[in-house]
DNA sequence: TCTTGACTATGACGTTACGTCATGGCATAA
DNA sequence: TTATGCCATGACGTAACGTCATAGTCAAGA
């Protein structure tokens, strides 16, 4: 059974011309021709399509799915883990370019709207204060001596309002997102991730945080009531959570 | 004073073809020209340079830039806000893709060592428990607000234990079938006719499934973990060939 | 003054993965 | 036979330049 290019399209929820290109760049040739010139596709040239799209969906360029379906040797583990990778790299630049969006907005409104900006946090003085108190805390009881402490107080005195606001909302925004994961495993991929949202949250915003502070972290949040309460505030359980999530995160970074 | 091109260059931290670029699109226009055709570039260019530089690292298309900065009425703020907009929407893009990468990695690693620790839960109640909750699941994933969910609901709430294990025997059954058929080519009769099978187990037991669902569910089959490790510890490699064939006799359907 | 090397100009092609015409041949049912 | 629809190839456009290729310009040293 063969099929011509227009049924393939509509089978495949692709355009005619998709499948134009993909000939023109013998990505997919079809298996068979009519005497008029028609392209015919076989089934195989459908489970190839399969395939190929497949890997398209996972966004990787034309040029690599080639030699992946086309080289059946290809080491497609390698080339998945290469292409989680990139996106890592893609996923910084574009947090990057949030942070620095973000920043600007900020700074316009300052520059626009700094008088009835008094008006705010009245309450939220109190929570911003308690927050900055207990980063440095944090700091300084395990590194109170460390160049890290120095860092983060270097870097943090020169903090605004706005700043340990912006600070306190991702925090914010970490945190809760870890909290609807528990019910995911800690090993879990998307659990991961968060937890390398926060490492760099850290590093950003505090001080260069190797993975081993890290790990000395999580465990004082366990081990230390006032963290502890902290976490578990949010969603009981979660400082507990964090700190596994955390260990297996440091575990996976050491193997590199 | 007035600096050449390579100056401009030297200074701003870019090509001299991004200069030439930036002319030819109208976007910086030098203010001097030399009697030669040099181009000169004043104090008042570098500084738009400069807001031009500013915005694309933002992330800004250059098209977009020009409106920025050569209409003084545009309102940046709300540029601002709806370029912060796309970034959360590619960052949601790039995370999903992470996601499935790591699930198909996962799936792999679990293709490759799932083989050796099949032969467990038989029938017991533990097993079958999970199965049930497992199908809810499923239709809620997906359909939680459809009416295929609350069908779902209102069929299997009246099933029997052994309702639940005669249903899952015919599952296991079709899916042994499928395991069976695996050397076989996707498109082939025989294997189709599984597949035919298994969507009308799904009609009978659990809620009129459309082919687009049928095609929805096999790709969270190898989308999802759990889903796919529940297939592939039948036969490792099941979820990927399960989901391949439902995609070709949903393509066929579709002609229909 | 002549040459040399650094700098400049324009033009054109390549990149990614197709979309979108434009023009014209082929197929099939009425 | 014709109307209608599907098919083919070719060409241009996309974003933001990089990379030649070819050729004119400028300042300095011999």
Redesign the pocket.
């Known amino acids: 059974m063969t099929y011509?290019?227009?049924?393939v399209?509509d089978m495949a929820h692709?355009?005619?011309?998709?499948?134009?290109?993909?000939?023109?760049i013998d990505l997919l040739n079809?298996s068979y021709?009519?005497?008029?010139?028609?392209?015919l596709y076989a089934d195989s040239d459908l489970e190839l399509l399969q395939q190929i799209l497949f890997f398209?969906s996972l966004g990787?360029?034309?040029?690599?799915?080639k030699t992946i379906v086309q080289d059946p040797a290809f080491d497609r583990r390698k080339a998945l883990e290469a292409h989680r990778t990139a996106l890592l790299e893609r996923r910084k630049v574009v947090e990057a370019l949030l942070v620095a969006v973000d920043h600007t907005i900020e700074a316009m409104d300052k520059g626009e709207t700094m008088d009835k900006k008094d008006m705010f946090d009245a309450f939220d003085e109190r929570a911003l204060e308690e927050h900055r108190t207990k980063y440095a805390d944090e700091a300084k009881q395990r590194w109170g001596t460390t160049d890290a402490y120095a860092e983060s107080q270097r870097r943090t005195s020169k903090y605004t309002k706005e700043d340990w606001k912006r600070i306190q909302q991702e925090a914010a925004q970490i945190d809760a997102d870890m909290a609807a994961l528990m019910d995911h495993k800690v090993t879990d991929p998307e659990v991961q991730d968060v937890v390398w949202r926060k490492h760099e949250h850290f590093n950003h915003n505090f001080y260069t945080c190797s993975v081993e502070m890290l790990a000395g972290l999580s465990e004082m949040w366990v081990s230390d009531a006032r963290f502890t309460a902290n976490y578990d505030k949010i969603k009981p359980g979660l400082a507990q959570f964090w700190h596994d999530a955390v260990q297996v995160y440091c575990m996976k970074s050491d193997r590199k």
């Open positions: 011509t290019i227009g049924k399209a692709v355009s005619v011309r998709t499948l134009h290109y993909y000939d023109a079809p021709e009519t005497a008029s010139g028609y392209r398209r990787f360029p034309l040029a690599q799915i």
